[in-house]
């Protein structure tokens, strides 16, 4: 199923960007050096392809295809996820405060990186663990080759208008080398 395996896809990129984070944080609780300018980049990446590309093609378009194929929100866990995704915005909105006063020898600022970072990345990890193993296998079993296709054009309606052309080669670029800087 395209709509599908686009949203596995885009999966793979946040979990390459949790792994960056977690080293990221552990770089910081050891009083090394982390470039605010990276900070604010993994927070563009957030902000722009987890939630604006990735959860909106979720929100505006799979789960109420979803619930309109039958699937209830119970059922489904989409009022489950549609809370997490909520989550994740504060705890990006918090993480944006922590980056904008960001001093690696203010051991406080260092403290709520930490408990900011961990929480957002143990979430993001939980809620691709039940979109994956729960949600997707239905919407495969549930939605035909007709809706797929309606999906997909919706998604890439979402890639134009609200990402904007070329933005996923450089977020692509972007995690290549924030891999190679903090991962290597």
Known sequence: MESITELKNEHSGV?????????????????REVNVDDLNEILEFLTVFVDRCHHGKEEDFLFPALESAGL??????????LQEHEQGRQLVAG?????????????????????????????????????????????????????????????????????????????HELLNRLEQTYTS
Request: hydrophobic share 40%; no cysteine; proline share 2%.
């Open 15 to 31: 979990k390459t960007m949790l792994g960056i984070i977690e080293a990221i944080l552990t770089r910081s609780a050891n009083g």
């Open 72 to 81: 209830s929100r119970d059922q489904s866990h989409i009022g489950e996820l």
């Open 95 to 171: 993480l944006r405060d922590v980056a904008n006063n960001f001093k690696i020898a203010d051991q406080t600022v260092a403290g709520k990186l930490e408990k900011a970072g961990r929480e957002y990345v143990a979430l993001l990890k939980e809620h691709i663990q039940k979109e994956e193993n729960v949600l997707f296998p239905m919407a495969e079993d549930m939605l035909g080759e007709e809706k797929d296709a309606k999906l997909a054009e919706a998604f890439e309606k979402v890639e134009r208008e609200r990402v904007g052309p070329g933005k996923h080669e450089e977020f």
